[in-house]
């Protein structure tokens, strides 16, 4: 995945500069350095990058100024590094709210963008998201342009379980997209998305079209979808769409196959406009719902705890006794081995692992390098090692493997762990690593589930 690349990049000049013996001017300049050239070569704008390098200076030197290094080389990496952090997810945010669909309420969102942008696709990724998430959904194919549009939404929208409309004889889309929608209002249906033709290039026929189909339907929110290999030429598009159509946010499909992902985030948060999701994937799940710090989090190797929650609440909708069970356990802070087990396990049938590695905190960033297949193979390794766990350890919080002293404080391992690494066939080394993803896991789910529970922070994120 090439945004994984830009990542590594990103997060190998930070390691290195975490590292350095003493934070100064060029050390900082070094960092600077990297992290600018990692996002030149990755489409975003010259200005951008230029701007981010002058702000995170201008950031470091007030902190410094301030004293609030109080002298300590660590207190000043840590610093640069959240001025960092912080001008990254600036750069990708528009710092506008999207709309937000609500249940009970006939949401019409229609999709507009230039053709084998992926907007048929992505379509029907978007029904199947809100579909999992109670959302009563279906899709209105509007496209009349181009041959078989209808077929492959047809197609599509049965492999997903979800309602569509469309017709092979009608050719007035504007009157497919009325028609549509006011059936599926009768229905009470919550989400109603409607796929509008599209062009090979901008021109005033499709920007016609879109204006009558959004008389017609009174959208309460036009998605822009864009293909991520344009690059930074996304803000020229977009702004384009947003003299015709005033749509409310953007979809950037594609993003798993291209080296400008993050030229054409960059340049759509300058347009300030909110992404809303990434298409990363031709299959139906392959949509990742967007936000800013959670996005340059997952980026930048830390874990992306909201969109690992997202994932587990889809899994969990399918399968309501367990969720009950686990929101329990994480409202109360109890998660032992064997629950993390059991979601890594889930989340390892869930799509490709690197995609889904990147989102659990505490995962060395090496545990995602190389192949999908490389990838798994260290995943199952973690499993393994926990295969040769006794039950009671499964369901213990971890503390059973360690050596405890006199005053009941961790003084080493216990020989529990040379146990687990001999039957495993695995190193005491692999064991502790997994010991310690495990309490990072545990420490991150606690403080985001908290009092308010798993499955409330996780419906708080819809
Ligand atoms: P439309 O003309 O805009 O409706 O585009 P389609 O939905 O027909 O998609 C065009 C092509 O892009 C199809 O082959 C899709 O499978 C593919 N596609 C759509 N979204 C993605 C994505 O996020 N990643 C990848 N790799 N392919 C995608």
């Given at each position: 995945?090439?945004?994984?690349?830009?990542?590594?990049?990103?997060?190998s000049?930070?390691?290195?500069?975490?590292?350095?013996?003493?934070?100064?001017?060029?050390a900082l300049?070094?960092?600077?350095?990297?992290?600018?050239a990692?996002?030149?070569e990755?489409?975003v704008n010259?200005?951008?990058?230029?701007?981010?390098?002058?702000?995170?200076?201008?950031?470091v030197?007030?902190?410094?100024?301030?004293?609030?290094?109080?002298g300590?080389?660590?207190?000043?990496?840590?610093i640069?590094?959240?001025?960092?952090f912080?001008?990254?997810?600036?750069?990708?945010d528009?710092?506008v709210?999207?709309?937000?669909?609500?249940k009970?309420?006939?949401?019409?969102i229609?999709?507009v963008?230039?053709?084998g942008?992926?907007?048929?696709?992505?379509?029907?990724?978007?029904?199947?998201h809100?579909?999992?998430r109670?959302?009563?959904?279906c899709?209105v194919?509007?496209?009349?342009?181009r041959?078989?549009a209808f077929?492959?939404t047809r197609?599509s929208?049965?492999k997903?379980?979800?309602?569509?409309f469309?017709?092979?004889?009608e050719?007035?889309?504007?009157s497919?997209?009325?028609?549509?929608v006011?059936?599926?209002?009768?229905?009470?249906?919550?989400v109603?998305?409607?796929d509008t033709?599209?062009r090979?290039k901008?021109e005033?026929?499709?920007f016609?079209?879109?204006?009558?189909?959004?008389?017609a339907?009174?959208?309460?929110?036009?998605?822009?979808?864009?293909?991520?290999?344009?690059?930074?030429a996304?803000e020229?598009?977009?702004?384009?769409?947003?003299?015709?159509?005033d749509f409310?946010?953007i979809?950037?499909?594609k993003m798993?196959?291209h080296?400008?992902g993050?030229?054409?985030?960059s340049?759509?948060?300058a347009?300030?406009t909110?992404?809303?999701?990434?298409?990363?994937?031709e299959?139906?799940?392959d949509l990742?719902?967007f936000?800013?710090?959670?996005?340059?989090?997952?980026?930048l190797?830390m874990?992306?705890v909201?969109?690992?929650?997202?994932h587990?609440h889809?899994v969990?909708?399918?399968?309501?006794n367990k969720?009950?069970?686990m929101?329990?356990?994480?409202?109360e802070?109890?998660?032992?081995?064997?629950d993390?087990?059991?979601q890594?396990?889930?989340v390892m049938?869930?799509?490709p692992?690197?995609?889904?590695?990147?989102m659990?905190p505490?995962?060395?960033?090496?545990?995602l390098?190389?192949?999908?297949?490389?990838?798994?193979?260290?995943m199952?390794?973690l499993?393994y090692?926990?295969?040769?766990m006794?039950a009671?350890e499964l369901?213990?919080?971890?503390?059973?493997?360690?050596?405890?002293g006199?005053d009941?404080?961790?003084?080493?391992?216990?020989?529990?762990v040379?146990?687990?690494?001999?039957?495993?066939?695995?190193?005491?080394?692999?064991?502790?690593?997994?010991?310690?993803q495990y309490?990072m896991?545990a420490?991150?789910?606690?403080q985001a589930?908290?009092?308010k529970?798993?499955?409330q922070?996780?419906?708080?994120?819809q």
């Amino acid at each position: 995945m090439v945004l994984a690349d830009l990542g590594r990049k990103l997060n190998s000049a930070l390691s290195q500069f975490s590292r350095v013996s003493s934070v100064d001017q060029e050390a900082l300049d070094a960092l600077l350095k990297e992290i600018c050239a990692a996002l030149l070569e990755s489409d975003v704008n010259v200005k951008l990058v230029s701007s981010l390098r002058q702000k995170v200076k201008a950031k470091v030197k007030a902190a410094l100024d301030t004293g609030a290094d109080k002298g300590r080389e660590g207190q000043r990496k840590n610093i640069v590094q959240k001025a960092i952090f912080d001008e990254l997810v600036h750069l990708v945010d528009p710092g506008v709210e999207p709309y937000k669909p609500r249940k009970g309420y006939p949401n019409v969102i229609m999709a507009v963008g230039l053709q084998g942008n992926g907007k048929t696709t992505t379509c029907t990724k978007l029904a199947v998201h809100y579909q999992k998430r109670g959302f009563k959904s279906c899709i209105v194919c509007a496209d009349t342009f181009r041959a078989g549009a209808f077929d492959q939404t047809r197609q599509s929208a049965t492999k997903a379980k979800v309602a569509y409309f469309g017709s092979y004889t009608e050719t007035d889309p504007v009157s497919i997209a009325a028609q549509g929608v006011e059936k599926f209002k009768k229905e009470r249906f919550d989400v109603i998305i409607v796929d509008t033709s599209g062009r090979h290039k901008q021109e005033s026929e499709l920007f016609q079209e879109m204006v009558q189909i959004s008389e017609a339907v009174k959208p309460d929110m036009t998605v822009l979808v864009l293909d991520a290999s344009i690059g930074q030429a996304a803000e020229a598009q977009s702004r384009a769409f947003k003299d015709s159509a005033d749509f409310g946010a953007i979809i950037v499909t594609k993003m798993d196959g291209h080296a400008k992902g993050g030229g054409a985030i960059s340049a759509v948060a300058a347009t300030k406009t909110p992404i809303i999701f990434l298409g990363v994937g031709e299959h139906l799940a392959d949509l990742d719902k967007f936000a800013p710090q959670p996005f340059i989090s997952k980026l930048l190797g830390m874990g992306d705890v909201q969109g690992l929650m997202e994932h587990m609440h889809d899994v969990a909708m399918a399968n309501p006794n367990k969720q009950k069970e686990m929101a329990k356990k994480f409202e109360e802070g109890k998660i032992s081995i064997r629950d993390w087990r059991e979601q890594i396990q889930t989340v390892m049938g869930m799509g490709p692992i690197s995609k889904i590695a990147s989102m659990i905190p505490g995962l060395p960033q090496d545990m995602l390098a190389g192949s999908d297949e490389e990838g798994a193979h260290r995943m199952k390794k973690l499993l393994y090692i926990t295969d040769s766990m006794t039950a009671e350890e499964l369901d213990s919080d971890g503390m059973l493997f360690m050596e405890l002293g006199k005053d009941g404080k961790p003084i080493g391992l216990s020989w529990r762990v040379w146990r687990v690494a001999r039957g495993s066939g695995t190193h005491v080394r692999d064991v502790e690593e997994v010991l310690c993803q495990y309490r990072m896991m545990a420490n991150v789910a606690k403080q985001a589930g908290g009092k308010k529970g798993w499955l409330q922070a996780a419906q708080k994120m819809q």
